[in-house]
Nanobody
Framework: QVQLVESGGGLVQPGGSLRLSCAASGGIFSIAWYRQAPGKQRELIATITLRGTTDYADSVRGRFTISRDNAKNTVYLQMNSLKPEDTAVYYC????????????????WGQGTQVTVSS
């Protein structure tokens, strides 16, 4: 059974950094990070394929970096220069890239990890 578990969220001041982890069991997959802020739709922010090809939403490009360690079956999201508007619950999911800025998810959604950017 495939399971993805997000971790690493927390409270950080504007300009700070956090690293999120998405630990996968049951296989190695292309992974996407999403986020959902209160009252807003879930937003695709970063993807990484099995080969390590990455893509980012304009809102995070240049500040966030997605990477993977296949030996650990873990995908990371390094978030730098955080802004209050980055506050959201962050989720990862497996699937396939369906073009620039598009990702087809295959799995169910987990609990996510809360990121709060506030002074």
């Amino acid at each position: 059974q495939v399971q993805l578990v997000e971790s690493g969220g927390g409270l950080v001041q504007p300009g700070g950094s956090l690293r999120l982890s998405c630990a996968a069991s049951g296989g190695i997959f292309s992974i996407a990070w999403y986020r959902q802020a209160p009252g807003k739709q879930r937003e695709l922010i970063a993807t990484i394929t099995l080969r390590g090809t990455t893509d980012y939403a304009d809102s995070v490009r240049g500040r966030f970096t997605i990477s993977r360690d296949n030996a650990k079956n873990t995908v990371y999201l390094q978030m730098n220069s955080l802004k209050p508007e980055d506050t959201a619950v962050y989720y990862c999911n497996r699937g396939s890239v369906a073009g620039s800025g598009r990702f087809n998810t295959f799995g169910s959604w987990g609990q996510g990890t809360q990121v709060t950017v506030s002074s």
